[in-house]
């Protein structure tokens, strides 16, 4: 089983809402990844957790603040985010080399 | 700067037929490649990946060849269906870092 599941499916927020976004794995995998994509764009890295701790983050604003609760949860808290923030939201995870893609998030920013 | 890339933006090809697709990359560093597709409104779908230390991994229809001299691989698909049609990002790895470096992505239209 490889499946990495995500909540909500869709989400539409204002410029001034706070939200948070989630995703799960119960295959054990030791990373978890944030990437936001833009349509026929590759995935972009936001922030990767290595057992439970945050230990990259790609220069993200402070307006997306990734949260890892345990070894299967990971959460995306949104504030204040721009018109431009609108994308997938993708999350992953991985055990060794093979990062595994959760549906996405499809946010649209008002 | 782009560590991974992928000339063809797009590949039509007629279905039954082999599908070719081509990444190259400049980072010697990078020792795992990865072959993901990509529906539209979905997540990439892990499809095949391989080792700095093999040449050729063949999963069903998927192969991928590995030319480390030339820092270049392909994957070959044979033969394609019509649910190939997607978008295929390359991405490689190299440390201990977690991260991958994704090619701009190739989309393959298979024709009936």
């Known amino acids: 089983d490889t499946e990495v599941t995500q909540t909500p499916k869709h989400l539409v927020m204002g410029m001034t809402n706070k939200k948070s976004l989630k995703c799960e794995q119960h295959m054990g995998h030791r990373a978890m990844y944030w990437y936001k994509q833009k349509a026929k764009k590759p995935p972009e890295l936001m922030f990767v957790y290595s057992y439970e701790k945050l230990s990259i983050n790609e220069s993200v604003p402070s307006r997306f603040s990734p949260e890892c609760p345990n070894s299967s949860l990971l959460n995306l808290h949104l504030h204040a985010l721009q018109p431009e923030d609108s994308a997938l939201y993708l999350c992953?995870?991985?055990?060794?080399?093979?990062?595994?893609f959760g549906p996405g998030t499809r946010l649209t920013v008002t | 700067d782009q560590q991974v890339k992928q000339n063809s933006p797009s590949l039509s090809v007629q279905e039954g037929r082999i599908s070719i697709l081509n990444c190259d990359y400049t980072?010697?560093?990078?020792?795992?490649f990865l072959w993901y597709k990509k529906y539209p409104a979905e997540g990439p779908t892990f499809l095949i990946s391989i080792s700095s230390i093999k040449d050729k991994n063949e999963d069903g229809r998927f192969t991928v060849f590995l030319n480390k001299s030339a820092k270049h691989l392909s994957l070959h698909i044979v033969p394609s269906q019509p649910g190939d049609s997607a978008v295929y990002f390359c991405?490689?790895?190299?440390?201990?870092?977690?991260?991958?470096?994704f090619g701009a992505g190739t989309t393959v239209t298979v024709r009936a």
């Open positions: 991405a490689a790895e190299g440390g201990n870092d977690y991260k991958l470096s």
């Open positions: 980072n010697s560093m990078f020792d795992y």
């Open positions: 992953a995870s991985s055990q060794v080399n093979e990062q595994y």
